[in-house]
């Protein structure tokens, strides 16, 4: 499997996972021109923006997110909030960035506030 394929699987994994745990999926691979997030869920009063990272490791999937790809996220994530303006806003909604690590033999890290 290329590493394209196993980007995706680990996506839609993600997304399973992250359904288990009681988050609603919005957008899955949300692009814009400044920046891209892989997805973006919510659940009660907080909208997550989540990067999903495949490796064969937990530790080199932690390390794959560098400052220019943190900066890419939120700056795709600005643009999603800019564009939902139509959704009535809450004064009590959180806004976050969560990791879901996603290593050999189907093991799966979500790890919260990660930046």
């Given at each position: 499997?290329?590493?394209?394929?196993?980007g995706?699987?680990?996506?839609?994994y993600?997304?399973?996972?992250?359904?288990?745990?009681?988050?609603?999926p919005?957008?899955?691979?949300?692009?814009?021109?400044?920046?891209e997030?892989?997805?973006?869920?919510?659940?009660g009063?907080?909208?997550?923006?989540?990067?999903?990272?495949?490796?064969?490791?937990?530790?080199?999937?932690?390390?794959?997110?560098?400052?220019?790809?943190?900066?890419?996220?939120?700056?795709?994530?600005?643009?999603?909030?800019?564009?939902?303006?139509?959704?009535?806003?809450?004064?009590?909604?959180v806004?976050?960035?969560?990791?879901?690590i996603?290593?050999n033999?189907?093991?799966?890290?979500?790890?919260?506030?990660?930046?």
């Amino acid at each position: 499997m290329n590493s394209y394929r196993r980007g995706l699987w680990a996506e839609y994994y993600a997304v399973a996972f992250l359904l288990c745990k009681g988050y609603w999926p919005r957008a899955l691979r949300y692009k814009t021109k400044v920046g891209e997030v892989d997805l973006i869920v919510t659940r009660g009063n907080a909208r997550v923006f989540v990067e999903v990272k495949y490796r064969k490791n937990a530790e080199d999937a932690a390390y794959a997110i560098t400052p220019k790809s943190r900066l890419r996220i939120r700056r795709a994530a600005e643009q999603y909030l800019l564009e939902k303006t139509n959704e009535s806003p809450r004064l009590d909604a959180v806004t976050r960035f969560d990791v879901v690590i996603v290593s050999n033999n189907f093991l799966i890290k979500h790890i919260k506030n990660a930046f």
